[in-house]
Nanobody, 121 residues
Framework: QVQLVESGGGLVQPGGSLRLSCVAS????????MNWYRQGAGKQRELVAG???????NYGDSVKGRFTVSRDSAKNTAYLQMNSLEPEDTAVYYC???????????????WGQGTQVTVSS
């Protein structure tokens, strides 16, 4: 049983910073791409940032230059450093991971439960 657990969300003032973490645990696996998504109230879920198994990163246009995605494969963890936060960044943030489970022929995508980020003065 594989689980992804996000942490690090909370309430922050505009201009502030937060660091989200996403830890994968459970069966033996290899982490491939890990992504961060967000969904604001009344909005569609959008891709915020992603990082491949080799470390290649990509970002949504609205967060470029402010957010940084990274990973520590030894700890099965991905991070999202969020700086210069704006009220428009308020959303539930989800991580997803494409995991190759040992003994299975293909990787599967797993999702965390989400963590709330609220940017408000």
């Amino acid at each position: 049983q594989v689980q992804l657990v996000e942490s690090g969300g909370g309430l922050v003032q505009p201009g502030g910073s937060l660091r989200l973490s996403c830890v994968a645990s459970g069966s033996s696996f290899r982490m491939n791409t890990m992504n961060w998504y967000r969904q604001g109230a009344g909005k569609q879920r959008e891709l915020v940032a992603g990082i491949s198994g080799s470390g290649t990163t990509n970002y949504g246009d609205s967060v470029k230059g402010r957010f940084t995605v990274s990973r520590d494969s030894a700890k099965n963890t991905a991070y999202l450093q969020m700086n210069s936060l704006e009220p428009e960044d308020t959303a539930v943030y989800y991580c997803s991971a494409d995991l190759q489970i040992v003994g299975r022929p293909f990787p599967s995508r797993y999702w965390g439960q989400g963590t709330q980020v609220t940017v408000s003065s």
